[in-house]
C-alpha cells in the first residue's frame, strides 16, 4: 500500500463501523446495510479530492452516506414496494420457556424498531445522528443541510412522539399491538 492510500485508509477505517450502525438503523436489513456503506465509501474515495481537509471526515462520510440512502429511497419509491423473503418471527422463541427472557428482550426490541420507523424520516435521521452518533447539533446541522433551529425541532418532536409511541399512548403501526410491561 502506498502512502497516500495508507493516509486514506488511516482517515476512513474508524469511521465504518459507525457508518454501518447508522445504515443499518436506516435500512434495518444487515445486507442492505453493507452495501450502503460500500457505495459510500466507493464514492468517498472517488472523490476524496473534493473534500476539504481541514474538517473531519465523519460528517463527509455520514452525508455522503445519508444522502445515497435518500437517493435509493427514492428510485424504490419508482420502482414500487418489494417484500422480503427472510422475515422471521418470534414464534420459536417464544415456544421455548427457557428463551421467554429473550423473546420478550426482541419485542421490545422489535417495538423499540417499529416505533423509530414510524417517525417521520427527517426526525429519525436527527435522531440517530445526535442520540446514537453523538453528532453536536451544529454538525448534524451541516451535514443534512438545514438551520441548527430545524435540527432541534426535528430531534425535540421525534423524541417526544418516541417516547408516547413506547409508552403505548400511541400507535406505531395499526396492524401490530406494542408490547407493554405489566406489573
Known sequence: MRGRERALAALIEPHIPALRRFAWALLRDTAAADDLVQDCLERAISRWHLRRPERDAKPWL????????????????RRGATLSLDERGLADAVADPAAADAAEQRLIWRDALAALDSLTEEQRVVLLLIGVE??????????????????????????????????????????????????
Not at 64 to 71: A, E, F, M, P
Open 62 to 77: 455520514f452525508a455522503i452516506l445519508h444522502n445515497l440512502h435518500r437517493s435509493g429511497r427514492r428510485s424504490a419509491a
Open 134 to 183: 453523538d453528532f453536536s447539533y451544529e454538525a448534524a446541522a451541516r451535514l443534512l443541510d438545514v438551520p441548527i433551529g430545524t435540527v432541534m425541532s426535528r430531534l425535540s418532536r421525534g423524541r417526544e412522539r418516541l417516547r408516547r409511541l413506547l409508552d403505548g399512548e400511541e400507535a406505531a403501526d395499526a396492524g401490530r399491538a406494542m408490547l407493554r410491561r405489566v406489573k
